[in-house]
């Protein structure tokens, strides 16, 4: 089996690229690479970043309620968040066990990734299956950290795990979409700038099978705040960094395919689309499975 390519963007801090260049020469010195390679450089440097962020600091967001800024921006700089962004984008790159292998060592920090572990592959939805104005525009802006694609809405309060049944619907108007229903769970809403958001735009009594009639809109959440859409905090025991958020947008209108400021181009339109949404939310689960394939094939 061949090596999967590995690149390292010019974002990253200098000890992170250093990090990654001797990752690369490992494996390449290595005629049988280990599958898959359990990264100890990465893992060391992840750890040490973590020991900034000590106990003391999740439990004092606990209790005032706080998202991790300072821990996810820290993530953010370090370049772990776009490990598995083609360099193309200012990504390095990296198969998903080194996205498994950095998780892992927050988690084992005691740490919380779920305030950011969506960052590093919700975008696989535009990389996958954007346009190529789509991805310049979005990408790199979501590698570098300026932009925070970690939410997408696809539970409802109605439909819960039976997402093929679920009411949201975008109808065309003109070269708009108008988007009305209510989406809940929808975690880091809060704490995301981009939202991928699953909606029916044929009804479910005309299609041939449940599954079809499903499309992907990319929603800028920055303009469409108070513009049709509303986002409501649910309290749970977990911290602020995983809480989910009820997402309202009773009309939320959007050109189509355009990029406009109150944005909600489509990515994908009618067809089957369950599977890149399935892709999105079981990417953990199946790490290991994917080893063999780059995100973008």
């Not at 900034?52 to 606990?62: I, K, N, T, V």
């Not at 820290?74 to 083609?86: D, I, K």
């Not at 009639?213 to 469409?224: I, K, P, Q, T, Y």
Request: glycine share 8%; hydrophobic share 40%; proline share 7%.
């Amino acid at each position: 089996m061949g090596l999967l390519p590995l690149a390292y963007p010019k974002h990253h801090n200098p000890i992170t690229a250093k990090l990654f260049r001797m990752l690369d020469q490992n494996l390449r010195a290595t005629s049988t690479p280990p599958i898959p390679p359990d990264y100890p450089e990465i893992r060391d440097a992840v750890a040490k970043l973590c020991e900034r962020f000590p106990g003391e600091y999740w439990r004092a967001l606990d209790r005032e309620e706080q998202y991790p800024k300072e821990f996810v921006d820290a993530l953010t700089e370090a370049g772990y968040l776009a490990v598995l962004l083609p360099d193309e984008y200012g990504g390095a790159g990296l198969p998903l066990s080194a996205a498994a292998a950095i998780l892992e060592e927050v988690q084992r920090a005691g740490c919380n990734a779920a305030a950011c572990h969506a960052q590093m592959y919700t975008m696989g939805t535009v990389l996958r299956h954007g346009s190529p104005e789509q991805k310049q525009r979005h990408l790199p802006d979501i590698a570098s950290g300026r932009v925070r694609l970690q939410a997408f809405g696809v539970t409802e309060p109605t439909s819960g795990t039976d997402t093929t049944s679920l009411k949201t619907f975008a109808r065309r108007e003109g070269d708009h979409y108008v988007v009305r229903g209510q989406k809940i769970w929808t975690s880091r809403a809060e704490h995301s700038d981009l939202m991928l958001l699953l909606a029916r735009t044929t009804p479910q009594v005309q299609v041939r099978k449940q599954s079809e009639g499903l499309s992907v809109f990319l929603v800028d959440m920055r303009e469409a705040r108070g513009r049709g859409l509303t986002i409501r905090p649910i309290r749970t025991m977990s911290s602020r960094a995983a809480q989910g958020d009820s997402a309202t947008h009773p009309a939320l209108v959007g050109p189509l395919l355009s990029l406009a400021l109150l944005q909600i181009p489509i990515l994908l339109k009618g067809g089957v689309v369950f599977g890149p949404v399935l892709r999105a939310h079981v990417l953990i689960a199946v790490l290991i499975h994917e080893e063999t394939r780059p995100l973008n094939a």
